[in-house]
């Protein structure tokens, strides 16, 4: 366990940088009305308002605004990890 325990911090911490992500194309083809409450994700938002009703600076707003806060999870992943490890990222 101890030789592995850097390739797991790496994992972990690229695992919370990804937290926000979806299987979108999974989403979009199960969707139907019985479920599209429950169905709506992200990734769907985006689409909806950007392809759906053209409204394309709003949907790149958003989905910029999801990259920035995957980043600041994944900056406050590796500080943390780097605390309690001393290994990181960068």
Do not use: C, H, W
């Not at 592995?4 to 999974?26: E, H, K, M, W, Y």
């Amino acid at each position: 366990m101890p030789s592995i325990r850097p390739t797991i911090t790496i994992l972990f911490i690229l695992a919370v940088s990804g937290v926000l992500n979806s299987n979108f194309d999974q989403i979009l083809i199960l969707r139907n009305s019985l479920n599209e409450s429950a169905s709506n994700v992200i990734d769907i938002y985006v689409y909806q308002m950007g392809l759906q009703n053209a409204r394309y600076s709003y949907a790149t707003a958003v989905g910029l605004l999801k990259a920035i806060i995957a980043f600041i999870l994944l900056l406050s992943a590796n500080k943390i990890v780097k605390k309690l490890n001393g290994t990181s990222l960068f």
